[in-house]
């Protein structure tokens, strides 16, 4: 399964929680750059939403990604 589909799939599975791109890494053992670019696919793919707000896993206030529904 490529990045993207992981981080989408991952999403899904934790909504309604939004996580920040190095929870993403971690949680899914992939390097932050390439967590990175799988967030920034899945908010243009329409099915998750790219925001400003409180990260679920580590708590800071920054770029977070979550399933829109
Ligand atoms: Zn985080």
């Keep these: 399964m490529i990045a993207k589909e992981r981080v989408a799939a991952f999403l899904i599975t934790h909504g309604p929680r939004r996580f920040c791109d190095e ?4 949680a899914l053992g992939i390097d932050p750059s390439t967590a990175y670019r799988a ?4 908010g243009r793919a329409g099915t998750h939403i790219r925001e ?4 679920s896993d580590c708590g800071e206030s920054r ?3 979550r ?3």
């Design 23 to 26: 929870c993403l890494a971690r």
């Design 39 to 42: 967030a920034v696919k899945t």
């Design 52 to 55: 400003y707000g409180v990260c």
């Design 63 to 65: 770029l977070v990604t």
């Design 67 to 69: 399933a829109s529904r």
